[in-house]
Each structure stands twice: as structure tokens, then as C-alpha cells.
């Protein structure tokens, strides 16, 4: 082979590994982070976490900052409050709290020290309580004793490690929220038109401002309440139909609210967000009867993660625009599975899910297995040039033609 052969076949090469990069820094770019998710492969693996008794009724989880899992839910069986952690790296559960009737409507959130905090309800007494080991042992306080504050917790955990609870007070129909930012509890109203709060979910901002997504059930929608303007004010989110029941709430890193939640009128997984500055609303799963129990979390390059109930079919489903646009999965199909279900994200974007297996009365677990590495131009140009010059050594050691 001559030296222009030689040369011509180095550089159309050259050209082809090169449009072979582009085309591979394009795709990466296409792929948030250039990291394959979810629903780039569907690569789900699920377990059961606790199968002592009908236990997993109202599961809320939450990941640290080593990537480990946290559990809250219900023991049906003896009525007690339950977490469960494979923080030690083998999975382990413990009763929190076991007087009375108590670990409904929980709800779960890790602070900077990687302590949990739980928020849940007393039926025993109509209590809504808390309990933590933040102090190195756990404890459990009574947050508000006002008596019948029935259905959805939801707990939250600001900067300064201060907690943050949603709820629903039963008697005079409201909406409530709780802190103990100025160190004791305290409590207030914050929405009192018709009956309000019924479900509901709380999140916390960058500058520790207060966000809760609830359900107005006098005129069966959406609303919204924030105390970022100096004091409180509510909002409608969505009016059309049925909607609100089984709603989440998320904030994003430019402090942009996300709500997924479910529309009773046309059994559709919605969700809603005021990302463009005024409030949107989008349908995410419309196949068969969908959106029960759904949990929302936005992960490091703010897409969205929602779990949810297929009521049809009694499967778990998952739903997400990281590609996107949103698609929607089933995860677990095995038997009746999917009620209470509650999403969280960890440090590799990586989604996990807890929620009830109804067949067996569990607790279950799923957790997304693929992880592709970031892929950075460097990476990839380094490979070229590698590439290149084993074409062009192994062209030098082709054998030549006698003159």
C-alpha cells in the first residue's frame, strides 16, 4: 500500500471516528448528563423489606447523603409505627412507637446529619406526632393534641436541620401546619375555606420557604400554599374536574414548584408545575385507572420522578420526562402491588420507590439498577486519538509491496 493509499485511509477514518464522537457527544448530550435513567432501560429490581404481619400501609422513604435507605410506615398487625434502613448495609427494621394506635399517614425526611425525622398520626389519641434520633436515641413528642387531626402527615427539613409538618385537622375541616423552628412546637391555620387539607404534602425551598400541595374536598381541586411572599397565601392549582386527591409535592433547584397528584374525573396521573412562571398543568399516565397514592421527587438536573398506583391492573407504575417527554412504566406486576407508594432520589439520580404488596401484606422496595457512567468530551476525544493511532500503527505494519 502507497503513502497516499496510507493517508487516505488515515484520514477517512480519522473522519469517521470523529463523526462517530460527535454523534456519541450528541447522544450524551440528548441524555440528562449524558447518564442513561430509568427509563432508558426499565432495569428495575424489587424486594421485600418486612413481612412480619400485614406491615407497608402508609410507607414514606427518603435517602442520605451515603446513598442509604430510610422507611417509615405501618404495622397493621399490632397498629405501631415501623422504620426500616439498610444503613449498616443489610436491610433492618425496628417498631418506633407502640402505644396505642399510632404510624398512620406517616411521613419521612433525613436532615444534614443524616438523621431521621418522622411525622405520623396517634389514632389512639387523634395526635399528630413526631419522632427522631436526631439526639442519637429515638424519641417520639406529641406535635399538636387538639384532637381528631385525621389523614396525611407530611414532614419536611429546612437548612437549619428545623422540621416542617403539614396536616389535616379533622374537626374544623383545615388545613394545619407545625414547626419547631423557634425550638417548641407551634402551630397554625393556614387555610380554613370549606374543608381543606385533607391530603396533603409539604416541601421545603433554598431559603427554607414553605410549599404545601393539599386537596380542597368542598369544591374537589388542587391547591397550593406558600408562606414565600412574608405570610401565607393559597393558590388554585387545578379546578377542571376531580382533581387533587393523592397529590405530592417537589421543589426544584431554582425553587420551582412540581406536583403530581391524581384526576378523579378522568382516573388520569396529572401533574402540574409553575417552572414557566404561571401554573401548568399536564396529563402523565391516561391508561386504564392510574394516579392513585402518587409520590414526586425532581433529581440533580431537575426532571421528574412520579410512582403511582395502577388501580386497573393493581401494579406499581412510574412515570418520568428525563427522556424528554414523559413515559410511563410498570415496575411491579406481581400480584396486587403499588398502594402507598412514595419516590426518592439519590446522589446518582438513581430512583427508588417503597409501597404495599396488598397479595402478601409487606412491605416492598424497588430501586432503578442502571448505571451507565457520566460521559465527558474529554473521555471521548481521548478515545479517538487512540483509536487513531492504532489505525495508523497498524496501517504502518501492513506488509508493503516489492518495487
Partial sequence: MGRGMVASVVATTLAAVLLLALGILNGAQDSPSGRATASDAAS??????????????????????????????????????????????????????????????????????????????????????????????????????????????????????????GYYDHVNLDLKYATNAEDSWATYTVDSTGDVGYVVSIAVDSIDEIHISYFDGMNRYIKYATNAGGSWATYTVDSTGDAGPFNSIAVDSFDKIHISYLDFASNDTKYATNAGGSWATYTVDSTGDVGYFTSIAVDSIDKIHISYLDYTNQDLKYATNAGGSWAAYTVDSTGSVGGYTSVAIDSFDKVHISYLDYTNQNLKYAYDTEVIPEFGSSMIFSGVIVIVIAVVVGLRRLPRKRP
Fill in 44 to 165: 428495575w429490581v424489587f424486594s421485600t423489606v418486612d413481612s412480619a404481619g400485614n406491615v407497608g400501609w402508609y410507607s414514606s422513604i427518603a435517602v442520605d447523603s451515603n446513598d442509604k435507605i430510610h422507611i417509615s410506615y405501618y404495622d397493621y398487625t399490632n397498629l405501631d409505627l415501623k422504620y426500616a434502613t439498610n444503613e449498616d448495609g443489610t436491610c433492618a427494621y425496628y417498631t418506633l412507637d407502640s402505644t396505642g394506635d399510632v404510624g398512620c399517614y406517616s411521613s419521612i425526611a433525613v436532615d444534614s446529619f443524616d438523621k431521621i425525622h418522622i411525622s405520623y398520626f396517634d389514632r389512639t389519641n387523634d395526635y399528630v406526632k413526631y419522632a427522631t434520633n436526631a439526639g442519637g436515641t429515638w424519641i417520639t413528642e406529641i406535635v399538636d393534641s387538639l384532637g381528631n387531626l385525621n389523614c396525611w402527615t407530611s414532614i419536611a427539613v429546612d437548612s437549619n436541620n428545623k422540621i416542617h409538618i
